[in-house]
Structures are given as structure tokens and as C-alpha cells.
């Protein structure tokens, strides 16, 4: 029966270009394998055969049972299926199959169907083993254990993934739900799907882009990318930068494929070598960028050459044309380029993505808003502002909407989307709505509230997508069934979200576990608590319990408001309720970030030792205590933490941005420890470099001591340097920072900071000294960094 029904559906579905899926419910392995061959044999009688996947874990026995009884009841058929363990799903990337079966009995990791959702082209099908629901919530899956804390147990784990997965099963079109134990089909799409219908796609006459390239553009969108792509062409008097961005499945690295095949072939005809280089963190997900770069290339008339490893592309010659495929990291090591394309570019940390703007002239972005990937914050919020506010690049912004590997409409698209959130838009806000926010009237919901209502857990979750956190479905999976994750939001009066946040639930530990933690073993999902255990030795706060925010993000129409505060103090208002006696945060290092923690009273108390491999940044912890028991742990904390930094500064931190680092080092009231003792020498060379004839070379040991006594000290204890000052001292003197990169640091020219240090030395030695030598000191004003 499911044979017959699901090839009439598949029917369909190709006239539509869609996609259909077919999701087999049963517990028996069996009859579960019996039923996903006869879904494949359907898909083989009508499509007359194809290549796809088949997801399982091999750890598990039944996993590998049904795969076996899979690839024996296949045996003989013209469908070529790959049997590929989870973990390989990112190698998946960018790849295309006509079928996808995805074993979700042991493991729903929401990243893993995030991920594959996207490869089967149009036409095709997708295969889901799942068992009946009731069975499901009775165990945990393998991604669920990875949920787990120390404060809790298996049974505390929440099933409302699973629930929200199942649900969604029963309210999207497009797919058919069959009972493998009863043989019967439970559901069946109920809608016939419109007959697709190519779209007109319009190639201009005369091009700087042989029409030839044109010609192979699928969508009307990528002939649009193609003509912005020409703008690359001329050598620029300017910076040129070129972003696409575009959900996932609209042929983007097809059109940056096919514009650098055309572009590669006019520039040759200007110079006689052409030098592209294509980028993007994994190599796999270039793969369909190069088969259309070698496309363009043979339309062309070319017989290109093609080096490979492992299987995968690394670079293309074709009579003149060089491109090579590298990572981000290899891209900063390339000397020249004429243009550089840099593919999936939310996932490339923002240090490499500023770094290759400011060395090539030519430069492409592409990245995906929506699905699995994610524009992500660094990239919408920051590098992307950058490039629209220099004044020395032109900045083209393209957004790719049509579909390119199904047609428009397609239901598989929509459960995904919609089981995921990964679609998931704010509520619009008016001219009411912002007089509700100038007058505060505002509402604090709680997770029940949320969850309660699927529109406004849509529009909760909205906030993230649209606030540019860099979204991914297990980020969903973990707020849902996660056991010491919970919900909260600020909402207008009207009910509109204004404010979104997830909080986790740390702390309260027992001897066992601090012990392990002490020993150098780590607590899962306690973060704070493992730092103040492994820096600062302080097994007492692991006993005390708090909340860490995981994230906050406020409306992006209305930001900059006090929403952010005002969501706060709601936070700490209810840990205190709750008889917590800390709130925190941790997030890599971003200089309007932290300084809005820090204005709200958050006490930094780690850095990590690296910048994050994906971001690029350095991770902080900051701190609120709630009551004198952790405020006295967190004065500990944070009086060694200020010694840590300063003193690393000039070692693993000295690529830190000066700003940064001295927000970091703010005084919370808290003297660290008496002023160092100079000797008559250092003090004789300090005076001599305040009054002229002495070099910094030479004084640049005893000017660190007076860099270390002022931060040392509280701010009652220290003369006012103020910030420009302050940061000359950072960056030159702490940082030990070249000259030039030490000005350019902290925004001055060289010779501005060299006079600011001599400025500097004689308001220190003066406040520390002042009575302990005979040369007469006095301060002439201070220097404010104007040139």
C-alpha cells in the first residue's frame, strides 16, 4: 500500500517540483527497514532510479540492524545509496541527492535534520524512521544525554522536541505518515500541488560577462548576481565589496561559481595570468561553487585542469585562469589576488573576514540568512555595518529569493522551517508600540507563557533570528527539553515581544562533583561555577546557585531603547525571588557588547586563554552577585582576574583591543595590593624620560610598574587619567605593542602617543613619588589625543 500511495505522490510532487516526505512510525526493525526499501522502491519506479543517503548511528545495535535489512532488501536495485554515520552530516553541506533517509530512532539531533533538510533536490524524497510517540518520550536520545547536568537526572530531561517534531509531522502538507507495525498509511498530503512552471529568466544582450555564462543561469536572482558581479571587473579606484545573501537552496555558490568563471575569462583578456581564490571553513561546501566555476569555464571554451584531495577540489588552471580553493586561515598567507570570494561567510571568524577586506580591493561575501547556517551576529551586525560605514568601499548588497534546487512552495522546506524556528520573524512594531516603551508599560513572561503559545514562542525566538545571534536548531532542542534551561521575555502591554532571553540554571553542586572539578574534570553545563573552581580555587561558590544568561537580544526595531536594562533588572528580581544569590554572562569579547554589561554591573572574572576558533574572540565571564556571600567571592574573583590580565597583556592578550582591555581592567573599588617598590635607579631613569633626554627603550621596565600600581588601584587611590591616556598605557606599555601598531591601537599618531607617555610618566611619578626625588615635577595638562 505505501508503495502505490507514496509513487502517486512522488507523481505529483515532480510535476511541482517538490519534495515529499514519508515518515515510517514502528518499533519493530523489521518491519521499520521493510517499509523504508518500499518507500525507496516507490521513489526507484518513478524516478527510474538516483543517488542518496542513508543516516544512521553506528554505536547502536538496532541502528545497524536496520541499516543491514535496508541494504539487503535493496540489493539488486538501480538506486545508489550512500550508508553514512551521523557525524559526517557537515561534510554534507552543499551536496545535492535525489533521496534522503534519515534514521531518527536513536538520535534526534536537531542540527543533523537542520542540516540534511537542504540536500535533496526537487522531486525527491525524504525517509524518516521514527517510532510511535508514546515510545519516543520514554527514553533519552543520544542528543538529549548530551543535555544532562550535574543537578539533575535522566528523568528530568523534557521531551518537547520530540513532541514539537511529531506535531509538525501532522500539520504540514507534503507528507505521508505510515504505521510500519499495522501496515497503514496514518496520513496523506491533502493538496495537489501546482504544476511547476520555468521560470522566465531574462539575460541581457550586451554584458561585461560572456552571455554564454547567462545562458546557464537557472533563476532570474542569479542573473541579477551575475550583473552585480560585473562591477568587479574594472581594476577599482576603490575598495569593492559584493554581499549575497540568500535562504539556503537559491543557488548562490551556483552564481558565484558561474560569475568568476566570466570574470576569470574577461580579466584574461586584459592581463595574461588571473589570480581567484575561493574560501569558506570547510572544504566540502565549495564543491558546488567549483562544479559551476568548471562549467562556466567549458561553456567558454576551455579544457580546464583540476587538482584534487581527498576527493575534493583545490584548485582550477585553465589557460591563464588560476583559482584556488583554501580555508580562511590560507587566505591571510595569500599575497595577491585579483578577486577573492569568500563562501558561507557567518561561519568565518570576524578577525580574517576584516583582515581579507583590508587586503584585497575585490572582494565577495556570500552567506545564508535562514536554514541551518545562519547569517549569524558577527557577521549582520558587525563586519556587515563596517563595510556600509567605510568611506573607502563601495558596498553591493544583493538578496537571492527564488528557489533553485526545488520549485517555489515546497513542503518539506515548510515543515523544516516551521519545525525549527528557523524562519521565525519578530512582531512589527508601530507608533504605539514605541509610546508603550518610552512609558514602560511592560509585561515579564515566563517560560509557560511562552511555550504556551506557538505564535509568540515564534515571535520569542524571532528576535534571535532577526538580532543576528547565529541561530542553529540544536539551540532550539536545548531551550526545549534541556533541564536547566528555561525562558523568559519582556512583552508590551499589548502582548508584543520586546525583549527575549534564555537563562541555565548553575550551581548547587555537591562535594563529589567539586572535588572531580578541582581534579581538572569538567562540569557540564555549569560554566561559572567550573571557572571559580578551576582559576580561583573557590569551591564555596560552587555551592551557591544563580542563573547564567545564555543569550539576550532585544527587538532590532528597538534597540538602543533601555529594553536590555529593563529586562535585566526583571531577571534579578525574580533570582532574587528564587533565593539565587548570582546572575551571569559569558560572550566573546566585542567592545558595545561588554560595556553594556559592565554599566549594568557585571563583574568580569575570566577571559579565555584563545580567541574562539569560530568567532574569533575572546570569551568573558561577568558576574552580578546578589547577595554579600557571592559578592565576597566575586571580589576575589575579580581582584585576581586583574592581576591575571594585566600581567598577560603583553603576552597571550596582546592582540586584545586596547578598549577592551581596559574595560576589563575597571575599577570596582578594590585595590589589589600596595604599590610596587621601584628602586632609586628606575626612579632616577623615569625622571630623566618625564623631562626629556631619557628614551622610552630605556625606562620601559619601570614605566610598566607605574602602569600596573595605577590599575592596581582603586580609582580614590589613582590620579585621573582619563581615557585617552589610559589606553596610551594599555597599548604601548602593557600590550608592548610596535610603535605604530600601538598608535594605531588606540586611534593616534605615533608621535602624539610618544608625547602622551612623557605626560603619563610625570602625573604617576608625581602621585606615587612626588616627595622621594629631587628633580621638581609638575603636570603641564593632559594630552586628550588630538593631533
Known sequence: ??????????????????????????????????????????????????????????????????????????????????????????????????????????????????????????????????????????????????????????????????????????????????????????????????????????????????????????????????????????????????????????????????????????LRKAKSQVQLVVSAMEYPNLQTLAEFLLKGLKALGYKPGVEKEGGEIRSVKAKGIFVDFITPYQLLKRERADIVAIDEAAAVPLPILYAAHGKFDRTIFATTIHGYEGAGRGFSMRFLESLKKDPDTDVRIYEMEEPIRYGKGDPVERWLFDT??????????????????????????????????????????????????????????????????????????????????????????????????????????????????????????????????????????????????????????????????????????????LRFWIRNGYVPIHISPERNPVSGEYSVLLIKPLNGKAAEHVRYANVEFRRRLLHSLMGPYSDLDPAEARMLLEDWGWDIEPKPELSRNQIDRLVAYAVGPMTFENVSDALYFLAAQYFYSSRARRPSLGEALELALVSKVLQARPWREAAEGVGIRRGTLMLMLREITKILLFYYYGGEFEVPLFVVGVVRGED
Request: aromatic share 8%.
Open 1 to 266: 500500500m505505501l508503495k502505490v500511495e507514496l509513487a502517486e505522490e512522488l507523481v505529483k510532487a515532480r510535476r511541482a517540483r517538490h519534495r515529499r516526505l514519508a515518515a515510517i512510525v514502528g518499533t519493530d526493525d523489521r518491519k521499520v527497514a521493510e517499509a523504508v526499501a518500499d518507500a525507496l522502491r516507490a521513489f526507484e519506479s518513478v524516478a527510474g532510479g538516483g543517488r542518496g543517503l542513508y543516516m544512521f548511528q553506528p554505536e547502536y545495535a538496532d541502528a545497524n540492524r536496520r541499516q543491514n535489512y535496508v541494504r539487503d532488501l535493496l540489493e539488486g536495485s538501480s538506486l545508489e545509496v550512500e550508508f553514512r554515520p551521523y557525524k559526517d552530516t557537515p561534510r554534507l553541506l552543499g551536496t545535492t541527492y535525489d533521496f534522503a533517509v534519515l534514521d531518527l530512532v536513536n538520535d534526534l539531533k536537531p542540527n543533523d535534520v537542520g542540516r540534511l533538510g537542504g540536500v535533496v533536490a526537487g522531486g525527491g524524497l525524504y525517509v524518516l524512521a521514527v517510532p510511535p510517540l508514546e515510545v519516543w518520550r520514554s527514553y533519552i536520545t543520544k542528543f538529549q544525554a548530551t543535555l544532562l547536568v550535574p543537578q539533575y537526572r535522566p528523568n528530568d530531561v523534557r521531551h518537547r522536541m520530540k513532541e514539537r517534531f511529531w506535531r509538525k509531522l501532522w500539520e504540514h502538507d507534503g507528507i505521508v505518515i505510515y504505521d510500519a507495525e499495522r501496515g497503514e498509511v496514518l496520513r496523506r498530503p491533502s493538496s495537489e500541488p501546482p504544476e511547476w512552471v520555468k521560470p522566465e529568466v531574462k539575460t541581457p544582450e550586451k554584458a561585461v560577462i560572456p552571455v554564454k555564462i547567462y545562458q546557464l543561469a537557472a533563476t532570474q536572482d542569479q542573473v541579477e548576481v551575475l550583473r552585480m558581479m560585473e562591477g568587479l571587473y574594472e581594476k577599482p579606484r576603490r575598495k569593492q565589496a559584493l554581499v549575497v545573501i540568500a535562504d539556503r537552496g537559491r543557488g548562490k555558490s551556483a552564481a558565484l561559481g558561474l560569475g568568476l568563471a566570466g570574470l576569470g575569462h574577461r
Open 420 to 593: 525549527f524556528l528557523l524562519d521565525a520573524e519578530p512582531d512589527e512594531l508601530g507608533d504605539e508600540d514605541y509610546a508603550l516603551i518610552r512609558e514602560r508599560r511592560l509585561r515579564y513572561l515566563d517560560e509557560g507563557e511562552i511555550a504556551a503559545d506557538e505564535a509568540r514562542l515564534r515571535r520569542f525566538f524571532g528576535i534571535y533570528v532577526q538580532a543576528h545571534y547565529r541561530n542553529e536548531p540544536d539551540d532550539l532542542g536545548m531551550l526545549l527539553d534541556a533541564p536547566h534551561h528555561t525562558a523568559r521575555a519582556v512583552a508590551l502591554e499589548n502582548g508584543k515581544v520586546v525583549v527575549s532571553l534564555e537563562l541555565a540554571e548553575e550551581g548547587g553542586l555537591g562535594d563529589d562533583f567539586i572535588e572531580d572539578a578541582l581534579r581538572g574534570l569538567k562540569l557540564p553545563g555549569n560554566i561559572l561555577p567550573d571557572r571559580f573552581l578551576k582559576y580561583w580555587r573557590l569551591p564555596e561558590f560552587a555551592r551557591l546557585r544563580g542563573w547564567r544568561i545564555v543569550r539576550i537580544a532585544t527587538h532590532p526595531a528597538a534597540q538602543d531603547m533601555g529594553l536590555g536594562t529593563e529586562a535585566l533588572r526583571m531577571v534579578e528580581e525574580e533570582a532574587r525571588r528564587r533565593g539565587y544569590d548570582w546572575v551571569g554572562v559569558g560572550f566573546g569579547v566585542y567592545g558595545k557588547l
